[in-house]
């Protein structure tokens, strides 16, 4: 079993940053490969941003690469999200994620996610 919490979330103008956290229960954290998915209002989840458990594997949405970069410490048992030159189009609720994945592998498969945070919201004005 795994908890996810994440934090960071709030308001911001466009073109500012944001940084998410994901602070994962337990002593597996390493175990799973992680990713960040988010769900605007009205819309389906969609997958933004996966890294893999030895961290040395990452992989972005096309809508986010080049503007947001995940990483994660294992010794923290954290995963994290930066997001550069934010647009009103990446308002949503954005969501945590754990995967029980191989160690090099990635993946932006919600499916392939069992375990899920609460999610924290991030707005960005015009």
């Known amino acids: 079993q795994v908890q996810l919490v994440e934090t960071g979330g709030g308001l911001v103008q466009t073109g500012g940053s944001l940084t998410l956290s994901c602070a994962a229960s337990?002593?597996?954290?390493?175990?799973?490969?992680m990713g960040w998915f988010r769900q605007a209002p009205g819309k389906e989840r969609e997958f933004a941003a996966a890294?893999?458990?030895?961290?040395?594997?990452?992989y972005y949405a096309d809508s986010v690469k080049g503007r947001f970069t995940i990483s994660r410490d294992n010794a923290k048992n954290t995963v994290y999200l930066q997001m550069n030159s934010l647009k009103p189009e990446d308002t949503a609720v954005y969501y945590c994620a754990a995967a029980p994945l191989d160690y090099s592998v990635v993946s932006g498969a919600p499916s392939t996610y069992d375990y899920w945070g609460q999610g924290t919201q991030v707005t960005v004005s015009s």
């Open positions: 890294i893999s458990r030895s961290g040395g594997s990452t």
């Open positions: 337990g002593r597996t954290f390493n175990r799973y490969g």
